[in-house]
Structure formats: C-alpha cells, structure tokens
C-alpha cells in the first residue's frame, strides 16, 4: 500500500549533491588536498545554484493584492457607469507597493 502521508523530497540535484559534497567534506582532515577539491567542487556547486534560480517569480501575496485592486476597480466603474461621478471611490483602491 502506498504511503500517501510520506514526505517527499523537494530537493532540487544540485541541493543533493551539495549535501553530499559537505557530508564527505566533515569526514576529510582540512589540510588535506582532497578537501581543497570537495572545496572547489562546493563553490562551482553554489555558484551553479545561484545561477539556477528563477529571479522573474512573483510572490503569491503580490498576485492577490493586485488582482483586488483591479477587482475594487471594476466595482467603482460599474457602479459609476450607472450614476454621477461624484464619488471620490478611486482613493479607496489599495495601492501595491515594491
């Protein structure tokens, strides 16, 4: 039977192989010239995975925020469609903030 309660592992390659990297470095004498290679081999590991991000991502809480506001200002034109525009409802519409 499949456990549907496992955890399962979100961990990108480059996370594991990181691990791994520095699990066989904490076994390795710092002086020693292996480790100066787990070491570089570490650093082209960091440098590939800040690389690999996804710097175009959007936080969730933006996506909402936005979407409201475009909803409040669909409410305000509907309702001002119909009658005079004399409301000062636009200054109620939450303003998004970088």
Do not use: P, W
């Amino acid at each position: 039977m499949k456990n549907i309660f496992a955890n399962k592992d979100k961990r990108t390659e480059i996370d594991k192989e990181v691990e791994r990297v520095v699990k066989s470095m904490s076994i390795l004498e710092s002086n020693s010239e292996e480790y100066k290679n787990h070491a570089i081999n570490l650093e082209l590991l960091m440098k590939a995975k800040s690389c690999n991000k996804d710097n175009a991502k959007v936080s969730k809480d933006v996506l909402v925020t936005c979407i409201f506001a475009l909803v409040q200002v669909v409410i305000i034109v509907g309702y001002e469609h119909g009658h005079v525009l004399a409301s000062k409802a636009i200054g109620s519409v939450i303003k998004g903030r970088v």
